[in-house]
């Protein structure tokens, strides 16, 4: 990853989806999108059949295991539907793991709340802790009602929303009940151990691709445990045994994200990846811990996200909606910084710092930030 910013990019992008990509990745993806190598074809029009594509594919695969260090016992699936299209294939594949039927559930913000609201359709869920009045810290894992002979635990590693992330192993608590986490906004943004999950999806859209394409990690032995009414397309089983390519992949998109792979290999893998990602937090963070209550974190110091970032601004303690927009009309118009208005069930301003911005461009965010207090506190 880059510290320094692409002088060809004008904007910067805090869109929390689609986000930006690697302008090194958009532009070879242009020089290729015509013609891929010398086959004359664009990666768009060849069949996902063809030994061209199989490569590409195969290629994407082995860097994900490369950069994740996925053991051996994992498959690695390119599969479609988005996070919302794995909140229904989870419980269809994994319900059925225990005679029980049940899954554990931990909300932790919206999107948690939302697997957990599509789990119930398959099967009995249990929520660990009741549902917040507000979503702003995790609950210790030893405050959590765990059930032995839960089928999956279920967690949304990072809450786009909300802005809460775990940075905690909790697999020690769990009774040695596979841990199922929804990634899809911190997966390729940091180090992780995979043995400790059952199964890891992510949608490639934040960190290491565009829209079309999720990403499945799941140890092989919870393949194959299938309800008996799991469409084809839905069933684990089915996909891993053809490789991601029962039906038609979205081939193009999967091309970029193994670009996206060999970009995040070029710049040092997951843990210099890591290391440029805390910086890019922490920089923001200490603008807004340092305001005198001007930008308020409404989230517990220990569960903030690293990649999405959320505040509000205040006037008198109180969350003010007329300088927000201020804030947001001259980020953009004056600064060329994209997208930093908050999701409309919270309000205020968000700021996604995923894989593709440079700390510079953080820093230019940052300087923005105490330029505007500055002149309005």
Known sequence: MSLKRNPSRSVINFSAGPSSLPYEVLEVAQR????????????????????????????????????????????????????????????????NLKPKRSADYVLSGYWSERAANEAKKYGNVNLVFPKPAKYDRIPPVEEWNLDPEASYVFICDNETINGIEFH?????????????????????????????????????????????????????DLIGHAIKECPSIFDYKVQAGNNSLYQTPPTFAIYVCGLVFEWLKKHGGMESIGKVNRMKADAVYEVIDNSNGFYHSPINPKDRSRVTIPFRLCVDGKPNEALEKEFLAEADKKNNLKELKGHRSVGGIRAAIFNALSLEEIETLVFYMKDFQRRHQ
């Open 32 to 95: 290729e999108l015509v013609a891929y190598g010398e086959t004359g074809l664009s990666v768009m029009e060849m069949s996902h059949r063809s030994g061209t594509f199989s490569k590409i594919i195969t290629n994407a695969e082995q860097n994900v295991r490369e950069l994740l260090n996925v053991p051996d016992n994992y498959s690695v699936l390119f599969l479609q539907g988005g996070g919302n299209g794995q909140f229904a294939c989870v419980p269809l594949n994994l319900m």
């Open 168 to 220: 905690e192993d909790i697999t020690h608590a769990l009774n040695g009940v596979p841990l199922v986490a929804d990634c899809s906004s911190n997966l390729f943004s940091r180090q992780i151990d995979v043995s400790k999950y059952g199964l890891i999806f992510a949608g490639a859209q934040k960190n290491f691709g565009p829209a079309g394409v999720t990403l499945v990690i799941i140890r092989n």
